[in-house]
């Protein structure tokens, strides 16, 4: 299948992300506080096919500067999911480690990253995030690219 149109991109995101567990809450990390217009669409995107198409509250949304340890610990355990787009790796280290915290921190819970794209400049990174992403027990990634995807299978073999 293609992907050229808006219907056949919306299938394929939906066949892929309908794989998903059903839940009726989550927690959305990751939400741009940056101005870039595109990171912002792919966060509108998650929201609606969070609300509109599975049905899910969304109980608590933030990104890294607004986060905080004691709101998210007072939610219950539903799933963390973070928001996709293009900064899993090294290249934007803040929103890395923001991530790798989050996922170190909170094993209790499942954790989702829809569809991101996966570079790491520096190799002790990549094992870094290996070793984080591999230690949890509910990890689910999503990759936006056959590139990221190649990477995920050699290294978060843990994930599904």
């Known amino acids: 299948m293609t992907i050229s149109t808006p219907e056949n991109v919306k299938e394929v995101l939906h066949n892929s992300l309908g794989q998903l567990e059903k839940f009726e809450e989550c927690i959305l990390l990751d939400n ?19 609300t509109d198409t599975l049905k899910t509250k969304i109980k608590y949304a933030t990104g890294i500067n607004g986060f905080s340890h004691g709101s998210l610990k007072k939610m219950d355990k539903c799933p963390i999911i973070f928001n996709g787009g293009g900064a899993l790796g090294d290249l934007y280290e803040s929103f890395q480690n923001f991530r790798e915290s989050i996922i170190e921190n909170y094993r209790d819970r499942p954790i989702i990253i829809f569809p991101q794209t996966i570079y790491f400049r520096n190799p002790e990174n990549l094992k870094k995030a290996a070793k984080v992403f591999n230690s949890h027990p509910n990890l689910t990634l999503f990759t936006r690219d056959q590139f990221s995807y190649e990477i995920a299978i050699k290294n978060f073999g843990n994930c599904r």
């Open 32 to 50: 741009p506080d940056h101005y870039n217009i595109g990171d912002h669409l792919i966060w509108l995107g998650s929201v609606l096919f969070l």
